[in-house]
T-cell receptor, first 115, second 113 residues
Framework: GQNIDQPTEMTATEGAIVQINCTYQ??????LFWYQQHAGEAPTFLSY????GLEEKGRFSSFLSRSKGYSYLLLKELQMKDSASYLC????????????????FGKGTKLSVIP | EAGVTQFPSHSVIEKGQTVTLRCDPI?????LYWYRRVMGKEIKFLLH????????ESGMPNNRFLAERTGGTYSTLKVQPAELEDSGVYFC???????????FGSGTRLTVV
């Protein structure tokens, strides 16, 4: 089966840096996604890692270590609007025979940015 | 371009009733996915369409759930009869490339009382 763990809640100060960790156990790993979700809204895509290393995109960076089953999302220069839930999701070959690449999600990390 | 649209945004029904959720994917996206989040749990996969065909329905919880995508455009997810444990947020997503580039809708919050 698949198992994805991430902290339930985190609090950080405006202007600071925060790192949200995600560990996963899955067979046939084929990519890891980070999504941002504000309450009542659609999850929106932040980043995608399939190879080891760091992917940087503006204030957001995501890191992957496949050997450790570990990823983190790094948010720099935090803004109040960054208060949201951050979802770690893994794509794998669960249904290779069916040809489907479903995403398996963690429960999400609720980030609160305070002044 | 318009995003993924889901209707209704909220639905409250009584146990035993029928509810139909609708998803309009981004135009041109052959891949359409349904996911569900029940209270306190993670978002879980329900099924995946490629055009009008069900590619993978391994996540459908039981035969009270019926998904269709006639014509390969919009999709419906019917729950009949609804049970209390069906309450949650139902998300639809679409993508042009299978397994990548998902765009999610805002979801339908279903409450069964």
């Amino acid at each position: 089966g698949q198992n994805i763990d991430q902290p339930t809640e985190m609090t950080a100060t405006e202007g600071a840096i925060v790192q949200i960790n995600c560990t996963y156990q899955t067979s046939g790993f084929n990519g890891l996604f980070w999504y941002q979700q504000h309450a009542g809204e659609a999850p929106t895509f932040l980043s995608y890692n399939v190879l080891d290393g760091l992917e940087e995109k503006g204030r957001f960076s995501s890191f992957l270590s496949r050997s450790k089953g570990y990823s983190y999302l790094l948010l720099k220069e935090l803004q109040m609007k960054d208060s949201a839930s951050y979802l770690c999701a893994v794509r794998d070959y669960i249904s290779r025979r069916a040809g489907s690449y479903q995403l398996t999600f963690g429960k999400g990390t609720k980030l609160s940015v305070i002044p | 371009e318009a995003g993924v649209t889901q209707f209704p945004s909220h639905s409250v029904i009584e146990k035993g009733q029928t509810v139909t959720l609708r998803c309009d994917p981004i135009s041109g996206h052959d891949n359409l996915y349904w996911y569900r989040r029940v209270m306190g749990k993670e978002i879980k996969f329900l099924l995946h369409f490629v055009k009008e065909s069900k590619q993978d329905e391994s996540g459908m919880p039981n035969n009270r759930f019926l998904a269709e995508r006639t014509g390969g455009t919009y999709s419906t997810l019917k729950v009949q009869p609804a049970e209390l444990e069906d309450s949650g947020v139902y998300f639809c997503a679409s993508s042009q490339t299978q397994g990548y580039g998902y765009t999610f809708g805002s979801g339908t919050r279903l409450t069964v009382v």
